[in-house]
């Protein structure tokens, strides 16, 4: 249903013109001041601040006072009830109103802000679901429960899935058996964290944690902001955390999503002089289309790897993280999440062969 249909369906119900669309206006600015509100809509200005005192009379909004009047909607339960009690149109205005005041659409916003956690949790399930290479999470028990059937069925369809739980101090730890047909790796702490869900380098869903005095959940469809929030998964939250489950299969064909973890474990094989065969699916940094191609790792550029020596700590996460690879049309240059000086952004690497010399 598009704004002048509701408008007028609200009209049906009882509004005046003005009063449908100054309330229909701060359904979509959420909230404003009086002046914004008639600029925004067709109320005159001399009649704005009688349409805001009606519309708060019948329970549709709230008025206050900072500088100047401002409005905003109230929860839209009592308005809801009302219009189910109609039919056709009316039911159809209502669900329109509680969508709206739930959260922006997401076709005209990048980066929207919900007011509902339910609204967060949903579209991390859905984003879940369509997952084709990697997801990652971080959830307390709740939450997990929420999202397990969907980690289920994209770890069913050969996702690669880092799960960091929250655990109380005295909740029992999830067993091995109920988390190998959820997720490859699973980490947890008791320190609480905010709710996040990145699903193929794109999607994000986040919410402030429990304990947070802020009320608000935040989705993005967006490869760069995407790429900040994996930092701060990976850095903030997946390597404070304990080991459940470890992607500890050295068998092969092996898939990579991450490419400085593909490059820790290649490099010591180089080194020791081993033919490596791979296959490589991702995207070609200048055109931005999806390829596919096999060859042989010939080098490794990482800088930050090589400065920490074997015997360090393998927690750096950040430089550049390079792998050269022979193909029969030539040598080629394959970069990680966020790859630009490379010729190819690998999403998935998979290790098909190592011969040892």
């Known amino acids: 249903m598009d704004t002048s249909t509701l408008t007028s369906v609200l009209e049906d119900a009882g509004l005046s013109p003005y009063q449908a669309d100054a309330y229909v206006t701060i359904l979509e600015l959420g909230s404003a001041s009086a002046t914004d509100i008639a600029e925004k809509s067709d109320v005159p200005d001399p009649r704005i601040y009688d349409v805001l005192r009606d519309l708060e009379k019948h329970g549709y909004i709230e008025t206050y006072e900072q500088d100047s009047l401002h409005a905003r909607a ?45 609204t967060v949790l949903d579209k991390a399930e859905t984003k879940i679901r369509e997952a084709e290479n990697q997801v990652q999470v971080a959830a307390d028990r709740e939450q997990y429960e929420r999202l397990r059937p969907a980690l289920e069925a994209a770890h069913d369809n050969g996702v690669h899935i880092k799960l960091a739980l929250c655990l109380e101090d005295d909740e029992a730890l999830p067993s091995e058996d109920a988390l190998n047909g ?18 193929d380098r794109t999607s994000t869903c986040f919410a402030p944690h429990v304990l947070s005095a802020n009320r608000y959940g935040v989705i993005v469809e967006d490869r760069t902001h995407a790429y900040v929030f994996h930092w701060f998964f990976m850095a903030g939250l997946w390597e404070s955390t304990e080991p459940l489950i470890e992607d500890g299969d050295d068998s092969l064909p092996r898939s990579y999503v991450n490419i400085r973890q593909c490059i820790r474990d290649v490099w010591p094989l180089l080194e020791d002089g081993a033919t490596v065969s791979v296959t490589v699916e991702g995207i070609e940094v200048e055109s931005g289309s999806t390829i596919s191609f096999e060859g042989e790792i010939v080098d490794v550029t990482y800088p930050s790897l090589e400065a920490a020596g074997t015997d360090a700590p393998f927690l750096y996460l950040g430089g ?13 240059e394959v970069g990680g999440w966020g790859a630009v000086i490379e010729d190819y952004e690998a999403t998935r690497i998979v290790l098909e062969e190592i011969v040892s010399e």
């Open 74 to 118: 109230y929860s839209p339960e009592s308005v809801l009830g009302d219009l189910r009690e109609r039919a056709g149109q009316f039911e159809q205005a209502a669900d329109e109103i509680e969508d709206r005041w739930e959260a922006p659409t997401m076709d005209t916003h990048t980066v929207s802000f919900v007011k509902r956690m339910d």
């Open 182 to 199: 959820v997720a490859t790796q699973v980490r947890y702490r008791s320190i609480p964290m905010p709710f996040i869900a990145l699903v």
């Open 320 to 332: 550049q993280a390079t792998i050269t690879i022979e193909t029969d049309d030539g040598v080629v």
